[in-house]
Nanobody, 123 residues
Framework: VQLQASGGGSVQPGGSLRLSCTAS????????MAWLRQAPGKEREFVGG????????FYADSVKGRFTISRDKAKNTVTLQMNRVKPEDTAGYYC?????????????????WGQGTQVTVSS
């Protein structure tokens, strides 16, 4: 079972990045999926999530209106479109599969994790 994250990199404030997460070895068609992030010296935090069916999305207040999460069940992928990024978005970003049909806010409620991809926002 593997979640492979990609798409991170360096970007200037106000720019955009697109993160992708592909699952292999297991199909998470009944699981909520999410992206969480962790900055140096800080706890891992929920960024955005999507339910098992792709019908409902959830966002942290800090990214609402700027980030968009989506999933393609046929391809077993989850994507996070990051627009109008800010320096405070700098962190390692992790995709994860929830234990439930909806994403959860607590990192402990995620069963599977990707390896993380670094996002750095600076001028």
């Amino acid at each position: 079972v593997q979640l492979q994250a990609s798409g991170g990199g360096s970007v200037q404030p106000g720019g955009s990045l697109r993160l992708s997460c592909t699952a292999s070895g297991r199909i998470f068609s009944n699981n909520g999926m999410a992206w969480l992030r962790q900055a140096p010296g800080k706890e891992r935090e929920f960024v955005g999530g999507i339910d098992w069916n792709g019908g409902r999305t959830f966002y942290a207040d800090s990214v609402k209106g700027r980030f968009t999460i989506s999933r393609d069940k046929a391809k077993n992928t989850v994507t996070l479109q990051m627009n109008r990024v800010k320096p405070e978005d700098t962190a390692g970003y992790y995709c994860a599969a929830s234990r439930f049909a909806v994403p959860a806010s607590r990192p402990s409620d995620y069963s599977y994790w990707g390896q993380g991809t670094q996002v750095t926002v600076s001028s």
